[in-house]
């Protein structure tokens, strides 16, 4: 069925995967990718607060985050098609039920059920293209592609409903898109069909594995957490909100840019050039947003750290793959990548008003640091890194 079990595959049959797939990882992560117009409803859908509407929103993202770590190591032993079938019906009862709950309790209760649902779908896209795909950074990368250039219709579309509809409006297109393309769950693999032998070939400890989802979580805090505060750093270099949104959107559609060269590079330079190159053009970001007072100064970050957000998660999640070929690993990786999204916010927003912005750009730094020697370790330690000394060699020779 697919090429990690080194079986007869065609052409064809991966590109079946890697769709269905895709179907998985857009169908998981579609709550969190509309989050601002989900609290906008909520907010002007049912009078909540801000304080209320975010903590509904926090509920179903922990819930997420949760839900792809604890099933991640019993992801070999289900089929694909009957979880993700279970996953797609409790995800979209829940969407339905949600465009007519009136209650912040009902409500609360009925987002945590969604985040369960759409958590295993998440996981499971990772875990599938882990362990089915010979190149996953490749395929990771595709899916970057696809929420950039999704995320352009999607934002358009959002904001026109939630202005109409409120809540009631977002959920129906969440859950109408999920109803969209859940027939492409055929296209998955019914039954994992990697050989036991093969995956037992390579098995690191398990530090190394908990070691990468630390450094995963520290990685996206810095760049969830800055993204979420752009807003007010464009307001302290002189720009308003319009402008603000303007360079937000651009940097949805230069984000393609990251993506399409993780795709394009892959593994060809190695893993270290790659993972040293965004983890520090992101802490020059960070000291750009937090200290350079410069309107162009702030554009350019903006669009720079788009760049290489798409660029960095296919290496951090190829890097989770290549540590088991189960795809467990791969699968927790998920959680870490939401958990990070979900306190990155809260950490930015404490140190901001406890030390303010010249301690944030220190704290970013220091945190970045921290991932880049996590990483290089990993890789060094787990991995053959004959391809990457090679590799950093020749970059030096030229």
Known sequence: MTDRSGNSDSFRDLGSVVVGATAFQVMGGLVPQMSPFVIAGLIGGLSLSERDAGTVASVEMMALAATAFVIAPVLPRVSYRRAGLLAIVLTLLAQVASIFAAGTTALILLRGIAGIGEGALFAMSL??????CRNPEKIFGYFQLVWALGSVVLFSVGGEVTAAFAHRGVFTLIAGLTLAISPLLFLVPNLRAVRDEEAKSRVPAPLLGVLLLAAIVLYVAVSAGLFAFSGPMGERVGLDTSQVGYILTLSSLVGLAGAAAATSLNVRWGRIIPISAF????????????????????SFAVLASSVLYSFSLPYLFGLAAALDKKGRWAAAAGSANLLGFAVGPIFVGAVIEAWGYTALAAVCVAMILVFWGITIFIVGTALDRRRDITALSNAVKQ
């Open 127 to 132: 875990s599938i293209v882990a362990s089915h």
């Open 279 to 298: 983890a520090f053009g992101y802490a020059v970001i960070a000291i750009m947003l937090c200290l350079w007072m410069d309107p162009w100064a702030y």
